[in-house]
C-alpha cells in the first residue's frame, strides 16, 4: 500500500495542504491557510510529528511566524518572531520577511533556523516560539562586505536561504546569501568564513594580484545530501556545482555537462535520499533579459545518476511547446517513497508530480496562486 502523502504549499496568496498518495489521482487539496498573505515557506518537523512552521510577510500586517502542532491544519502565532535587535542602528535593518526555515540537528529536537530579507540568520531553542539572532553572522565585522547593497539581491530584497544542518555535526552549519555567495561555521554559528572557491571566479574576474574573490556570487539554492554530509550541490547564477568536502574546499562547475541549448541555470536542485550521485535540477533561460522560463518553453527537468558528470531530459507529461514555467528554488522537493517521488510548484500555481523518480509528470493541483515553496510530509 503507498504511504499516504502530504504536500505542504506556500504560494503568493496563502497556504494549501494537499493529501494523497503516491501515482494516484485523488489528490484532495485543503481550504487556503492564510488567504491572502505571501507565504514564503512551509516545513514539517521531522522530530516532531505534526509540527509545521509557516513564514508570512509582507502585506498589510508584516512579517511573522505561525506554528502548527496538528500537521498544518490550524496555526498560531509565534510569540517572538524573528527580529534584529539593533533594527535601528546604523544599519537600517529590519525583517521585511523570513524566506527560509530550517529544522535542527536530530539531537537537538527543540531547535529551527530562519534565514530572512534582508539577509539574516535567526535560531529557535524551544520550537519555533521565540526566536534569537545568530550574531555571529549578522553582527560578523565583514558582513556588510560580503552581502553587498540591497541592489545586489533578488528583485523582492535579498536573502538568505539554503540554511543547512549538518546531519553529522550540528556544529556545523552553511548558509547562502543573494547576493553574497555561502558561508561556513564550525562552531554553530559563532564563526563564519565564506566557502565560494571555484564559484566566485566564473561571476567575477581575478584581481589585479591573481587571487579570486571569495565571496560576492549569487547563490540560488544549495542542498546537503542526507547520506553523505561532504556531499554538497547548489545552482547559481552562472550554473551548477558540487563539492566533495571531504576532498577539499573549491567547487567544481557539473552544469558544463548539460546540452548547451538548455544551459545550466535555474534555482531549484534536489538529491536522492538513496544515492548521492543522483540529483535532479530544473533549467530556466538565462540568457538575454533573464526570462527564468522554460527555455524555448519546453520545460524539462534533468536528472543526473553519475555526481553531474552526464544529465538526462525528463519531460513526459510536460507540454511539449509553449509551456513557459518558472519553479523557483524552495519549489522542488522529494518524498521518500520507493521509486522516489518528486514535486515541482510554478508561478502558474501549478503542481506538478513524477512517482517514477522523473521519468513521467502529471498535475496533481492547479489554478492556485504563484507558488513559493513546496515541501512534503507523511499524512
Not at 558544463?256 to 535532479?280: K, L, S
Request: charge should be negative.
Amino acid at each position: 500500500m503507498e504511504t499516504a502523502i502530504r504536500v505542504l504549499l506556500g504560494t503568493r496568496k496563502g497556504a494549501w495542504l494537499l493529501d494523497g498518495r503516491a501515482g494516484q489521482n485523488n489528490w484532495q487539496l485543503s481550504d487556503p491557510v492564510h488567504l491572502g498573505s505571501k507565504v514564503y515557506h512551509v516545513v514539517g518537523d521531522p522530530r516532531n510529528p505534526g509540527l509545521v512552521l509557516l513564514a508570512e510577510g509582507g502585506g498589510h500586517l508584516g512579517p511573522s511566524l505561525f506554528r502548527s502542532t496538528d500537521a498544518g491544519m490550524t496555526f498560531d502565532e509565534v510569540e517572538h518572531p524573528p527580529q534584529f535587535v539593533r533594527a535601528e542602528d546604523e544599519s537600517g535593518r529590519s525583517v521585511d520577511h523570513v524566506f527560509w526555515l530550517t529544522p535542527g540537528h536530530s539531537d537537538q529536537p527543540e531547535t529551527w533556523y530562519a534565514g530572512t530579507s534582508p539577509q539574516g540568520l535567526f535560531r529557535s531553542r524551544d520550537g519555533g516560539i521565540n526566536w534569537e539572532e545568530v550574531t555571529g553572522l549578522n553582527d560578523h565585522p565583514d558582513f556588510f562586505e560580503w552581502r553587498g547593497s540591497d541592489k545586489d539581491g533578488t528583485p523582492d530584497g535579498p536573502k538568505l536561504h539554503s540554511v543547512i544542518v549538518d546531519h553529522s555535526d550540528p556544529m556545523h552549519l552553511l548558509v547562502g546569501m543573494s547576493g553574497g555567495g555561502i558561508f561556513e561555521s564550525r562552531d554553530e554559528g559563532a564563526s563564519w568564513t565564506p566557502l565560494n572557491k571555484g564559484v566566485a571566479m566564473d561571476f567575477y574576474p581575478p584581481k589585479e594580484d591573481g587571487s579570486e574573490y571569495l565571496f560576492g556570487h549569487d547563490p540560488h539554492c544549495m542542498v546537503m545530501h542526507p547520506l553523505d554530509a561532504n556531499r554538497l550541490y547548489h545552482q547559481n547564477h552562472c550554473g551548477i556545482y558540487r563539492l566533495d568536502r571531504d576532498k577539499g574546499d573549491r567547487w567544481e562547475r557539473i552544469g558544463d555537462n548539460m546540452p548547451r541549448e538548455v544551459g545550466d541555470i535555474g534555482f531549484p536542485i534536489v538529491t536522492h535520499p538513496r544515492n548521492v550521485d543522483t540529483a535532479w535540477v530544473f533549467p530556466m533561460d538565462g540568457s538575454g533579459l533573464w526570462p527564468r522560463t522554460s527555455p524555448d518553453g519546453r520545460p524539462a527537468v534533468y536528472r543526473t545518476i553519475d555526481g553531474g558528470r552526464s544529465w538526462e531530459r525528463q519531460d513526459r507529461g510536460f507540454p511539449a511547446t509553449q509551456a513557459w514555467m518558472t519553479v523557483k528554488r524552495q519549489c522542488m522537493t522529494t518524498d521518500t517513497g520507493d521509486p522516489l517521488g518528486i514535486y515541482l510548484g510554478n508561478s502558474s500555481g501549478q503542481l506538478w508530480g513524477s512517482f517514477d523518480e522523473g521519468e513521467s509528470w502529471q498535475i496533481l493541483a492547479a489554478n492556485l496562486p504563484e507558488i513559493f515553496s513546496v515541501e512534503t510530509l507523511p499524512a
